[in-house]
Structures are given as C-alpha cells and as structure tokens.
C-alpha cells in the first residue's frame, strides 16, 4: 500500500507543470527588453505582407510548457514614413489567424516619456490553441510580442501574460526598485503615506 501511494504522488507530480525560471532580458541594440521563462534562441526569418512588403526578421524564442514566447524584429528604419500602415497591417494580420477574443490598444508603462502604444490581439487558434500577439514601432522597427499556446498548453495559464506584461522600452530604469510617486498632482493621484500609532494625519 505504501509503495502504491508512492507511485500515485509521483504520477500527481509528473502531471504538474514545472515553474518556469522567469528572466529579464535586454536588447540594448533594439532598445527594448522582456522577461522569458527559459534560456531564448536567436534565429533569422523574414516578414512579409503587402503593405509592409518582405523584410528579413530576427527571432529570439523560448519554448516550454507547451508554449512558445518570442520576439520577431523586422526593420522599417528606411521607410519611416510608412511605419504606422504597416503596425495596422501586423495587428490585421494577428487578427486572421483564428477567433479574435480581444482587440486592444496596448501601452507600456514606461512613464509619458517611455511609453510606447500598439495593438494587442488575442485569438483562439483554429487547432484549438491560443495566440497573443503585441506589436509596436520602436527606433523603426517592428517589434511583434508573440506568446503561441499549443493545443496541448494550459491557456488559462496565469503566467503566459508576464511575457508581455514585462515589455519595457525604458532600459536606463532600474526596474527591480519600485518607481517614485508623482511628483506633480497632475501626473498621478497622491499616494498618502502609511499612517501609525500616534501620529496625526496631516490633510
């Protein structure tokens, strides 16, 4: 009986996802920097469509559980003045590959400075997966955030969504430490500090 219940806790930990060793990652060269749930591999591809036309694109992507997290780079640097119908373009296009389940305006939180808008599209892949894609323009390039959920992944795996919640385009910022509070009322509502025993509040 002893030995039974062993190889049952054992089966019941085999068939429990490991905790991926989350790690940020900065591409100074491309100015932007995200955190991968393992080690991310380099490779070339190439990026077509038609307003955008054909373009060779570097990858770096990581894979596990099941799910793959990768950033595709595509330069535009000589053709500034066409960036904004290609980002309509790549969010169109992330939009054809299966059921939209969200179309959004997306925004890093970076500070008025750093911040930086794009689109967020998710769709339910018609194999029976999931994909979350996130595209910006940044120093001319095309950068498109893209997490793929195999049919064999969890997609209400809460952790898929630190991919792009971690996207950060202000790279001088020490992010481990918390930001300042606003300094003007104008740039965020006041944060009143903890307030204890024996001391008044002041208004």
Known sequence: MRLMGFA???LVMAAVPAHAAWK????ADYGFGVDFPAEPKMSKGEYQAVVAGKVPTTIYAAEIDDTIYQVVISDFRNRLEDTPGILIEAAFIASTEGKVVADTLSRTDNGQKFAKYGRRVAVLTPDG???VTEVYFVGGRLL????IISPKGDIGNPEIGRFTDSIRFNLERDWTVPPPLP???ADG???RAPIRPGQ???P
């Open 129 to 131: 997966g999931k994909k």
């Open 200 to 202: 008044a509040q002041n």
């Open 189 to 191: 509502p006041r944060i």
């Open 8 to 10: 049952v806790a054992a």
């Open 24 to 27: 940020a990652v900065t591409y």
């Open 144 to 147: 498109s955030f893209e997490t």
């Open 183 to 185: 300094a003007n009322a």
